[in-house]
C-alpha cells in the first residue's frame, strides 16, 4: 500500500500558526527552510526540504499539530539540534518538521532524589554545567555534547566515550512525557530509579530515532559528580596487544575505566604527521588513551601508574600518565585531531558507528585493510575500544573521481557490515539508523526481528505519520 | 471477543512427549501438577492448576511447543524457579506449563568481554558463584537468588537491595534469544555493550513476565568483583531523620552506597521485640543500614566512619561501622528477620512492593498508619530506601477473620495505591504485576498508557495465547 500523504497547503498553515502563533512557522522561505533539510551527515544527497517547520513551546502545541497531522495524512519529522550522524532528523517525506529547540527549559533539578526534569530543548553541556555547580553530573556523554539537545539524545540513545563505566544515555532515564503520533500526551515512570508497573515503554522509546513518540519532558537521573580524573597514554606494537590490555585491566586490576580510546595505525600515523608529531608516536601501531575517574586523585594517580606497569609488563612500548591540564590536552590531541587530519585528506567520507565485542576489534583491523586495498579507499579505525565501538570511516582517495566512489561506497559498506556481523558486531553503536544505514539493516537482522519492528511502529502510529522511512520502511 | 482456549487432549499430550520425550510431560497426576500452580505469593486463591507441564531443553524444543499451541490455541505459561511474588508464573487459563528447568547451563564466560551466556535455567546464586571464582559478579541482586533463576530474574526485570549503585537486572543484558509466541526464534543484541540497530527489543522483552516471548538464551554483562564490602548501621529517631541522611550521603560526600536499607519504627519494634534485642534500639523510630563497596577496605571503612559522623551531626541516635563479619551479621540480623516477626504475628499478610521517590519515603510513614488504623490491620514499612522500594506489608491482625480480611484486603491496597501514585510512586518496583495486582493497574497508568501496552502485546501475540491475563486483560 503506497501512503498518500497530504501537501501541506495554506489552510494547513493557517491552523499551525493558529497553534504555536504565526512567528513560529517558517513557510514558504526556502532560505529559511535549508537550515532544516539535514543534519550532520556529510552527504548532501540525505537532506531533503520539509514544507513547513514548526516551533512549539509546550506539549499541548505539540499535540495539536500531531492531531492535525494524523487527520490530515501530513508526515511529521522531530528535530533536535540537528546534530544527528544518520539522517534521523531529515524530513524524507517533506511534511512538518517540529522543532523543539523553543522547549528549552531545565524544569527542575530535585537534588534530594537526584533527578532533574528537562524539556527537550535543552542543550546537553549546559544542564551538565548546571548540575555540575551543585556537585552533581548526567553521566550521558555524546561526543556533540556542547550543541546537541537532551531530547536528540534520548531518541537516538545517544552514547559515546564513556560507555564502559557509565553506560549510554538510556541508563539515566527513569521518565518521559511523550506525544503520540495520535496526538495524545502520556507519561511514563518518573522519579523513581525502580518500576516494573507494565511494559517498559519509556526504553522502547529511548532510540526509537524520533518514529514512535516526540518526548516534551525527560526526568534525568543524576549522580554525585566524581572530584578527580586523569587521563594516561598507552603505545602499543600493534592493534592486538592494545586490545589485550583492555580485559587485564578489567580483570586483574578489577578497575571500570571511565574511558578506553583506541587508534590504528592508519589513524595514528595520518594524525601524526598532520600534526607533525610523528615523532612521539614512532614505531607505535596503535595507542589506547584510559580515562579514570574518582573521589581520591592520589588513589587513581596510583591506579593509572599501576595500569602503565601491567601494560609495560604485557608488551607495551610506552606509557604516560597526565600530570597536570596541559598533559591531559597532550594526550588528547591526537585522538581529537583524527576526523579533520583525515578530512584534510578528502572531505568526502563515510563515518561509520561498527560495534563489536571488545576482544574482537583487533579482528576488525586485517578486515578493513582488506577491503579498503581491495576498493581502493582509505579506512582508518578510532574509537572507543572500552566498548567496542569504533567509527571507522571510509574516506576518498583525492584521485577517486567522485562518480567511482559513489559506486565504491555501498560495496564497501557492504562488505564492512558483513565482516561486523561475523564478529558478533552490528551496524551502529551510537548514531542510529535513520535513512542512511537503513537499506543494510537486513544485512544485520533477520526478517522476524524486523517484522516485530514494523509492528511495533504500526501499534504507535497506524497511518505511519511520525518520521516515515526511518530505521525501515513500511510495506 | 472471548478467546475460546482449547483443553488440552490426550492427542496435544502425545504431541508433546513426541517434541520433548515422554518423561518430560507431566499429565493427569494431579500431585505432581500441584507445584506448578503457584508461586511465592502467600494467598492460594491466587493458585491455578495447569493441564500439562511440558520440559523442553532447548530452544527448538520450545519453538515446537509454542507452534503447536498458538495453532491449536493453547495457552502456555511460562515458569522458572517459581519464586516470584505477583503471581507470575500461574497458569491462569490452564493449558500448557512450560518450566525451563532443564536449560539450566551455563553456556559460555566470556572473560575478555565480560559476558556470560546462560539458558534461562540457570539459578541466579550458582552462577554469581561460578563467576566470582574469575574475580567477576553479576550485578543483578534479587532476594531471592539462591533459588531463582536468571531468566525468572530477567522476565520479571528483578531489583533488589543494591539497585541505587547497580542497577536492576536490565542493565546487565546485552542480548536475548528469545521464542516468540508464533514459535519464531530470534535473537536481539548478544555481546556487544552498545547497539542501537532498530528498537530496543531487549529492554521492552526484559520485565515483560513472560507475556511476550520465552528466553532462550540470555548475554549477561559481567563486572570486576570489588575486592572489599563493609556494611554499617545509623539509628534516627524518625523516619523523616534516616530518609534526610540519603541524598546528604550522596551530594556531600559524593558517595553512592551499593545498599541503603530503611525499617520504620513497626517493623523495627515488632522485629526486635521477636529477636529479644529491644534495647539495642532504644529510642529508634528508624534504621538505616549502609554498605559500601570497592577495592580498598582502608578507604572504604574510612568512608563509612565518615557518613556515621556525618548522619551524627544530623541527628542521628547512633551509628556502628562492621569490624568484621559477626559485625556485619549483627547489622543485618534484624532486616533479615523482618518478615518472619510479622508471619509470627499472622501468616496472612500481603507483601507490597511500593516505589516513591526517596524524599517522599517520609511522608509514606503516616499515611501507612492512618491507612491501616482505619482498617485494623498492621502495616509495617521496611525496604530498598536508597530507591524508594517499600515493601510495605499488610498483615492481618490475630483476631480478624478471614471473612472480614477478605473484605478489607482490596480497601487497603486501593487507598494505599492512590498514596504512593499522589507521592509520584508506582505499585510494583520489583515484583511486578502479574495477576496479583492487574485490577490496580489503572490506579497508576492511564488508559493511553494501558492501550499502548496491550497494542504491543496484540503485535508480539494476536491469538493470545502467552501467559494470558497477565499485566492486564485483553478485550
Same mark, same amino acid.
Not at 564513556?162 to 506525544?179: M, Q, S
Given at each position: 500500500m503506497v501512503k498518500r500523504y497530504q501537501v501541506v497547503d495554506k489552510k494547513i498553515v493557517e491552523e499551525l500558526s493558529g497553534i %504555536?502563533?504565526? $512567528?513560529f512557522v517558517i513557510y514558504d522561505d526556502a532560505e529559511k527552510l535549508e537550515p532544516f533539510s539535514? $543534519?550532520? %551527515? =556529510?552527504?548532501?544527497?540525505f537532506a531533503k526540504m520539509p514544507e513547513v517547520v514548526v516551533k512549539p513551546a509546550s506539549a499541548e502545541e505539540l499535540s495539536a499539530i500531531l492531531k492535525l497531522a494524523n487527520r490530515e495524512m501530513i508526515p511529521v519529522t522531530p528535530r533536535g539540534a540537528?546534530?544527528?550522524?544518520?539522517?534521523? =532528523?531529515?524530513?524524507?517525506?517533506?511534511?512538518i518538521l517540529v522543532s523543539t529547540?523553543?522547549?528549552?527549559?531545565?524544569?527542575?533539578?530535585?537534588k534530594k532524589n537526584l533527578v532533574a526534569i528537562l524539556e527537550p530543548g535543552v542543550i546537553t553541556n549546559d544542564f551538565n554545567d548546571e548540575v555540575q555547580k551543585e556537585?552533581?553530573?548526567? =553521566? @550521558?556523554?555524546?561526543?556533540?555534547l556542547e550543541m546537541c539537545y537532551i531530547g536528540g539524545n534520548v531518541a537516538e540513545n545517544a552514547g559515546g566515550g564513556r560507555a564502559i563505566k557509565?553506560?549510554?544515555?538510556?541508563?539515566?532515564?527513569?521518565g518521559l512525557e511523550v506525544v503520540l503520533p495520535s496526538g495524545e500526551i502520556c507519561t511514563f515512570g518518573?522519579?523513581? %530509579?525502580? $518500576? %516494573?508497573?507494565?511494559?517498559?515503554i519509556i526504553q522502547l522509546l529511548i532510540g526509537s530515532e524520533g518514529t514512535l513518540g516526540i518526548f516534551t519532558k525527560i526526568y534525568v537521573k543524576l549522580l554525585p559528580l566524581p572530584k578527580a580524573k586523569i587521563d594516561m597514554m598507552v603505545l602499543f606494537e600493534d592493534a592486538q596487544s592494545a586490545i589485550d590490555a583492555v580485559p587485564l585491566i578489567m580483570n586483574t586490576m578489577r578497575i571500570i575505566p571511565t574511558g578506553i580510546e583506541f587508534m590504528d595505525k592508519i589513524s595514528l600515523d595520518t594524525t601524526s604527521e598532520f600534526l607533525n608529531e610523528k615523532k612521539r608516536y614512532q614505531g607505535a601501531g596503535a595507542i589506547l588513551i584510559i580515562e579514570l575517574d574518582g573521589n581520591d586523585a592520589d588513589q587513581i594517580r596510583e591506579e593509572c601508574l599501576d595500569i602503565g606497569e601491567l601494560c609495560l609488563d604485557h608488551g607495551a612500548l610506552d606509557a604516560f600518565v597526565a600530570e597536570g591540564p596541559a598533559d591531559q590536552e597532550k594526550i588528547w590531541k591526537v585522538r581529537r585531531h583524527a576526523a579533520e587530519a583525515f578530512k584534510a585528506i578528502s572531505p568526502v567520507q563515510s563515518l561509520e558507528d561498527i560495534v563489536v565485542p571488545v576482544s574482537n576489534i583487533p579482528k576488525l583491523i586485517p578486515l578493513l585493510e582488506k577491503i579498503s586495498e581491495k576498493h581502493n579507499v582509505i579506512m582508518p579505525c578510532y574509537g572507543h575500544a572500552g566498548d567496542g565501538n569504533m567509527h571507522a570511516t571510509v574516506v576518498k582517495k583525492p584521485e577517486q573521481s567522485m562518480e567511482s566512489w559513489d559506486q565504491t561506497l555501498p560495496l564497501v559498506l557492504e562488505e564492512l557490515y558483513i565482516a561486523v556481523k561475523e564478529l558478533?558486531?552490528?551496524?551502529?553503536?551510537?548514531?542510529?539508523? @535513520?535513512?542512511?544505514?537503513k537499506k543494510y539493516l537486513p544485512l544485520v537482522l533477520g526478517d522476524v526481528e524486523i517484522e516485530i519492528m514494523k509492528k511495533i511502529k504500526q501499534a504507535f502510529d497506524p497511518n505511519n505519520?511520525?518520521?516515515?522511512?526511518?530505521?525501515f520502511d513500511l510495506d
Amino acid at each position: 500500500m503506497v501512503k498518500r500523504y497530504q501537501v501541506v497547503d495554506k489552510k494547513i498553515v493557517e491552523e499551525l500558526s493558529g497553534i %504555536v502563533g504565526p $512567528d513560529f512557522v517558517i513557510y514558504d522561505d526556502a532560505e529559511k527552510l535549508e537550515p532544516f533539510s539535514h $543534519d550532520e %551527515v =556529510a552527504d548532501t544527497s540525505f537532506a531533503k526540504m520539509p514544507e513547513v517547520v514548526v516551533k512549539p513551546a509546550s506539549a499541548e502545541e505539540l499535540s495539536a499539530i500531531l492531531k492535525l497531522a494524523n487527520r490530515e495524512m501530513i508526515p511529521v519529522t522531530p528535530r533536535g539540534a540537528g546534530s544527528g550522524l544518520s539522517g534521523g =532528523a531529515v524530513p524524507l517525506s517533506g511534511g512538518i518538521l517540529v522543532s523543539t529547540e523553543r522547549m528549552n527549559k531545565v524544569l527542575e533539578i530535585d537534588k534530594k532524589n537526584l533527578v532533574a526534569i528537562l524539556e527537550p530543548g535543552v542543550i546537553t553541556n549546559d544542564f551538565n554545567d548546571e548540575v555540575q555547580k551543585e556537585g552533581l553530573f548526567f =553521566a @550521558g556523554y555524546p561526543m556533540s555534547l556542547e550543541m546537541c539537545y537532551i531530547g536528540g539524545n534520548v531518541a537516538e540513545n545517544a552514547g559515546g566515550g564513556r560507555a564502559i563505566k557509565y553506560g549510554v544515555t538510556g541508563r539515566y532515564i527513569t521518565g518521559l512525557e511523550v506525544v503520540l503520533p495520535s496526538g495524545e500526551i502520556c507519561t511514563f515512570g518518573g522519579k523513581r %530509579v525502580k $518500576d %516494573v508497573t507494565g511494559y517498559n515503554i519509556i526504553q522502547l522509546l529511548i532510540g526509537s530515532e524520533g518514529t514512535l513518540g516526540i518526548f516534551t519532558k525527560i526526568y534525568v537521573k543524576l549522580l554525585p559528580l566524581p572530584k578527580a580524573k586523569i587521563d594516561m597514554m598507552v603505545l602499543f606494537e600493534d592493534a592486538q596487544s592494545a586490545i589485550d590490555a583492555v580485559p587485564l585491566i578489567m580483570n586483574t586490576m578489577r578497575i571500570i575505566p571511565t574511558g578506553i580510546e583506541f587508534m590504528d595505525k592508519i589513524s595514528l600515523d595520518t594524525t601524526s604527521e598532520f600534526l607533525n608529531e610523528k615523532k612521539r608516536y614512532q614505531g607505535a601501531g596503535a595507542i589506547l588513551i584510559i580515562e579514570l575517574d574518582g573521589n581520591d586523585a592520589d588513589q587513581i594517580r596510583e591506579e593509572c601508574l599501576d595500569i602503565g606497569e601491567l601494560c609495560l609488563d604485557h608488551g607495551a612500548l610506552d606509557a604516560f600518565v597526565a600530570e597536570g591540564p596541559a598533559d591531559q590536552e597532550k594526550i588528547w590531541k591526537v585522538r581529537r585531531h583524527a576526523a579533520e587530519a583525515f578530512k584534510a585528506i578528502s572531505p568526502v567520507q563515510s563515518l561509520e558507528d561498527i560495534v563489536v565485542p571488545v576482544s574482537n576489534i583487533p579482528k576488525l583491523i586485517p578486515l578493513l585493510e582488506k577491503i579498503s586495498e581491495k576498493h581502493n579507499v582509505i579506512m582508518p579505525c578510532y574509537g572507543h575500544a572500552g566498548d567496542g565501538n569504533m567509527h571507522a570511516t571510509v574516506v576518498k582517495k583525492p584521485e577517486q573521481s567522485m562518480e567511482s566512489w559513489d559506486q565504491t561506497l555501498p560495496l564497501v559498506l557492504e562488505e564492512l557490515y558483513i565482516a561486523v556481523k561475523e564478529l558478533g558486531g552490528t551496524i551502529s553503536g551510537e548514531h542510529g539508523i @535513520g535513512h542512511k544505514r537503513k537499506k543494510y539493516l537486513p544485512l544485520v537482522l533477520g526478517d522476524v526481528e524486523i517484522e516485530i519492528m514494523k509492528k511495533i511502529k504500526q501499534a504507535f502510529d497506524p497511518n505511519n505519520i511520525l518520521n516515515p522511512g526511518k530505521i525501515f520502511d513500511l510495506d
